[in-house]
Each structure stands twice: as structure tokens, then as C-alpha cells.
């Protein structure tokens, strides 16, 4: 007990002469919470650089769409009104299920061409009559060049005929010619009658041979009249099949079918009675396909950076996800497929367009049932990987992802500098924009 309190009268004495010297050993003394948490930070700080340095991180390139279909075929069709009508009946229903070749509606055409009720009927009799008389005048061309080959042949009998009468009356001449040397054996008048007969029969084998020449340019003259009139009753009848087809065509217009296997999704509001305008679409359908694909959009500067082939993590609309971009792995409810199109212009708003297909052999996307063209959908191209530390780097300094270049050639090494603007390999080096 004395120790005691000559411990408290020491330490009071102490405190009264040197009051300066305690309160400066307090200050200049680091509490132990401070130390710890200096600790901490400096741990905390060695972790983070390890981790910036070496955990890899997956690049991504993100975009935004709609569900759709690979195949132009198994997209939504719209059908539309060929002829200017009214509409008659309407054979479907929304949500009706339809067979290609089904009739979904019925048009009368009110074109003042086809006001006529018998329009068909009177022009197949038309087109009847006007076969019958282009036969007729066919026929009659084709008889008309017969019997100009017919005067021909007869032409070329009396030249002929002709022809041996002018050699006759030429020895007739040469032998009057010979026995009138001798005065004694024949008559002047003789000799005379010999040559007027080799004149006169020259003169007609001259004759008949321009009668062959003017009953050849008869014959090639009907020869070309005949091919004109069958020229002209072909025009003449195709003409006449061209209305008949044109009538049957239009009035068969007025009848419209389903193009393909579908769904009635969408109907204009037109009733019995009303008019439509050619080419003012009646209705909407949906084709029952398996076929399925998504369109996303992303920027100029994300399209130059993706090729075909690259793997795109999706988010549909409607289905629970959650998507960790630079670790796809542990991803939730993602589904996956691959570009198939990268589109070569933009949508005019300066974004692209890509077309991608489920992938084989991953995860198989929900039927059309449940996932329904139109659907909204998030994409996540999958780039390059990369260390944590180099992507928040760029992402900080506002660079694009790692844009893909040729492979390094051992024969040419400066070849490794040029960019390659398709599929990099996986032994390709990569630098940063």
C-alpha cells in the first residue's frame, strides 16, 4: 500500500513539472487502429495488382435487336391486294392456323374494264373466231402460192416446149439454107419460110422464158405473202390470248390464297363491302417454321472489330438471365450462337446489322412458342481476352477492343504488321487501336 501511493505521488509530481514532455510522447505514438488499417490498405493494394495483372478478361462488343429468321422464307409475309376491289368475304379469323393455297379472302374487282359478268366467256369466243379466221386466211395465202408454183410449172413446160421448137426451125433453116445454095433444089420461097419459122421460134422460147421469170417472182411473192399472214394471225391470236390470260389472271386476283404455312397474326379492318387499293395490304402472316435467328445492331467502330463465325452470348426478352460479360462462364440463363451475315452498309443511322444462328451443339434456344419473332433480344460478341488491368486501362482512355492482325510469317517478318480484316487464328498476335 505505501508503494502503491508512492507510485500516484511520483506520477502527479511527474505530471505537474513536466506536463510539455507527456503530451508530446501521446502524439508522436501510432495507435494501433491506424497501423492496422495501413496494413490492410497495403494488402489490399498488392491484391489488386495481382489481380489487375492477371486475371484474364473477356472483351465483349454489345448490341440489341429482335428475334427473326434466317431464312427470307420463314419471316413474317405480309399479303397484299393485286387489284383495286371490294372486299366480298373474309374466310379467316385471327390466330387461325392456314395451309398454303387456302383462301383467306374474296375481292370483286371494281376496274371499269371488268364490269362485264360473261368478260371471260366472250373473250374465249373471241379468241375462238379469231383463231378460225387467221386459219382461213392462212389457208387462202397457202392456196394462192400454189397455184403460182402451179403457173410456174406450166411456165417452165412451155419454155421448154419452146426451146425445142427454136432447135428445130434452126436445122429446118440450116438445111433450106444448104439445099437453096443449089438453085436447082429448092425455092426461095422454101428458104424464106425456114428462116421466118427459126425467127418466130426463137422469138417464142424468149417469150416463154420471161413467162418462168415473172411466175418465179409470182411464186417468191406469195411465198412471202403467206409467211406475213401467218406472222400476223399468230400476233393476231396472241394478242387475243394475252386478254383472255390478262382477264383470267385479274379475275382470278380477286381470289386471295395463303402463300405459305402460317399463322394469321394481324388484319386490316376491312368489311364486306369495303374498298382496298392494289397493293394495300389485307393481313399478316407468320410462317410455322423452326427456323430461327437474331438480329442485333451495334456501332460502325463494334462492326469493324467482328467477323462470321464469332461466338455471341444472347439475352432474350422474357426469359431470367444474368449475363457477366467479362466472365461468361458464370453467366446464368445465357444463350449462344454464332454471326452467320455481317451486313456491308449500315441501317442508315450508322449502325450494322448481324445476323446470328444458334450455335452446334450449344444450348438449344426456346421453340417459336415461346420464342416468337420479334422478341427482344440483348447480344454479347465474345473478342479477345485480355488482363482486368488492360481493359479498364482502355476503357478508361476510351479505346476500342483488340482489333485482330495476321499472324506472324517466319518468312516475312513484315508481313506481321498488316492488319487482317477476316477470322484472326488463334496464333495470331493481337495489339491494341
Do not use: C
Not at 230 to 254: C, F, K, M, P, W
Amino acid at each position: 500500500m505505501r508503494n502503491l501511493r508512492h507510485r500516484e505521488l511520483w506520477e502527479n509530481i511527474s505530471s505537474t513539472i513536466h506536463p510539455v514532455r507527456s503530451t508530446s510522447f501521446r502524439l508522436t505514438t501510432t495507435p494501433h487502429l491506424h497501423r492496422w488499417l495501413v496494413g490492410l490498405i497495403a494488402i489490399v493494394l498488392v491484391i489488386t495488382t495481382v489481380f489487375l495483372g492477371f486475371v484474364p478478361w473477356q472483351q465483349t462488343v454489345i448490341g440489341s435487336g429482335q428475334v427473326t429468321s434466317f431464312a427470307p422464307d420463314a419471316r413474317p409475309q405480309t399479303i397484299e391486294s393485286a387489284i383495286s376491289g371490294r372486299v366480298v368475304k373474309w374466310y379467316v379469323n385471327e390466330g387461325v392456323r392456314v395451309r398454303k393455297g387456302d383462301t383467306l379472302v374474296i375481292l370483286s374487282d371494281i376496274g371499269t374494264s371488268f364490269f362485264d359478268r360473261q368478260l371471260l366467256d366472250r373473250l374465249s369466243t373471241l379468241r375462238d373466231q379469231t383463231v378460225a379466221g387467221q386459219d382461213q386466211a392462212i389457208e387462202a395465202a397457202m392456196q394462192r402460192r400454189r397455184q403460182a408454183e402451179q403457173r410456174y410449172n406450166q411456165s417452165v413446160a412451155r419454155f421448154d416446149n419452146a426451146v425445142v421448137q427454136a432447135s428445130t426451125a434452126r436445122i429446118r433453116f440450116q438445111r433450106a439454107d444448104t439445099l437453096f445454095r443449089q438453085d436447082e433444089l429448092f425455092s426461095r420461097r422454101q428458104y424464106e419460110t425456114a428462116q421466118l419459122d427459126l425467127q418466130k421460134a426463137i422469138a417464142d422460147s424468149v417469150s416463154a422464158a420471161a413467162a418462168v421469170l415473172a411466175a418465179m417472182q409470182d411464186v417468191e411473192t406469195l411465198r412471202a405473202d403467206e409467211l406475213r399472214t401467218v406472222n400476223s394471225a399468230s400476233v393476231a391470236v396472241q394478242e387475243v390470248d394475252v386478254r383472255l390470260a390478262n382477264a383470267t389472271g385479274r379475275i382470278g386476283a380477286g381470289t386471295v390464297l395463303a402463300p405459305i404455312d402460317g399463322t394469321v397474326v394481324r388484319i386490316n379492318r376491312f368489311g364486306s363491302g369495303q374498298t382496298v387499293k392494289e397493293g394495300e395490304q389485307l393481313a399478316v402472316i407468320v410462317p410455322t417454321t423452326d427456323d430461327q435467328a437474331a438480329e442485333i445492331y451495334v456501332s460502325g467502330m463494334d462492326a469493324a472489330i467482328v467477323e462470321p463465325g464469332r461466338r455471341v452470348s444472347l439475352q432474350f426478352a422474357g426469359f431470367p438471365a444474368f449475363m457477366f460479360s467479362g466472365w461468361a462462364n458464370i453467366s446464368v440463363g445465357i444463350f449462344h450462337g454464332r454471326i452467320k451475315v455481317i451486313d456491308a452498309v449500315d441501317d442508315g443511322t450508322g449502325r450494322f446489322r448481324l445476323l446470328v444462328v444458334p450455335e452446334d451443339g450449344g444450348r438449344r434456344w426456346p421453340d417459336q412458342r415461346f420464342l416468337r419473332q420479334g422478341t427482344a433480344v440483348t447480344g454479347w460478341v465474345m473478342l479477345e481476352e485480355v488482363v482486368l488491368g488492360y481493359e479498364i486501362w482502355r476503357r478508361v482512355m476510351g479505346f476500342p477492343p483488340e482489333f485482330p492482325v495476321a499472324p506472324v510469317s517466319t518468312s516475312n517478318p513484315s508481313a506481321s504488321g498488316k492488319v487482317n480484316t477476316g477470322q484472326s487464328g488463334s496464333s495470331g498476335t493481337k495489339e491494341g487501336l
